[in-house]
T-cell receptor, first 111, second 115 residues
Framework: QQQVKQSPQSLIVQKGGISIINCAYENTAFDYFPWYQQFPGKGPALLIAIRPDVSEKKEGRFTISFNKSAKQFSLHIMDSQPGDSATYFCAASKGDDKIIFGKGTRLHILP | DAGVTQSPTHLIKTRGQHVTLRCSPISGHKSVSWYQQVLGQGPQFIFQYYEKEERGRGNFPDRFSARQFPNYSSELNVNALLLGDSALYLC??????????????FGSGTQLSVL
């Protein structure tokens, strides 16, 4: 049973465009929803996170939109840059170190 | 300050062997977690340790074990290796337990290949 479903599996965006990655979760006990960025040969790094009492959170070019009733959340990367090319994971947790990750989205930004 | 450090970076073993992976958390972090990342998948939770005690265990067989030392470093042990154990093993540490420890800092991992 996959508790966090992520789409698309891969994404190609032109430089300067908007990258959008979607996730859905099943367990309503989740109350923390982070996004991680992973470059080849590196471990995941926390990018931005949101709690379900907020519908949107923005940090620089990165925005999380959260829909609690639909149990869905998404990552928007504005003005996408070649340096943003990486694998992105959505995740969910109940407030502890046991993070449930999605399968990841490989993002490629065309120069 | 150094981040989470893991050793070795790469390891090749044969089926049936035993392996020990090591992790040093960020200074001041008392919680260490281990994750397995199979190629093309997201990390999967194996263990969490806090103050030398196991605080959580994922859906992994008893061949997997771990421990945390007084200096908060940790070891992950895997016995009777199977081909399917080939993966990137990630260690993560988090801020001192203040009720919520979700902000994980990951190391670069140990790439284990089982032949």
């Amino acid at each position: 049973q996959q508790q966090v479903k992520q789409s698309p599996q891969s994404l190609i965006v032109q430089k300067g465009g908007i990258s959008i990655i979607n996730c859905a979760y099943e367990n309503t006990a989740f109350d923390y929803f982070p996004w991680y960025q992973q470059f080849p040969g590196k471990g995941p790094a926390l990018l931005i996170a949101i709690r379900p009492d907020v519908s949107e959170k923005k940090e620089g070019r990165f925005t999380i939109s959260f829909n609690k009733s639909a149990k869905q959340f998404s990552l928007h990367i504005m003005d996408s840059q070649p340096g943003d090319s990486a694998t992105y994971f959505c995740a969910a947790s109940k407030g502890d170190d046991k993070i449930i990750f999605g399968k990841g989205t490989r993002l490629h930004i065309l120069p | 300050d150094a981040g989470v450090t893991q050793s070795p970076t790469h390891l090749i073993k044969t089926r049936g062997q035993h392996v020990t992976l090591r992790c040093s958390p960020i200074s001041g972090h008392k919680s260490v977690s281990w994750y397995q990342q199979v190629l093309g998948q997201g990390p999967q939770f194996i263990f969490q340790y806090y103050e030398k005690e196991e605080r959580g265990r994922g859906n992994f067989p008893d061949r997997f074990s771990a421990r945390q030392f007084p200096n908060y470093s940790s070891e992950l042990n895997v016995n009777a290796l199977l081909l399917g154990d080939s993966a990137l093993y990630l260690c993560a540490s988090s801020d001192p337990w203040g009720g919520r420890g979700e902000k994980l800092f990951f190391g670069s991992g140990t790439q284990l290949s089982v032949l």
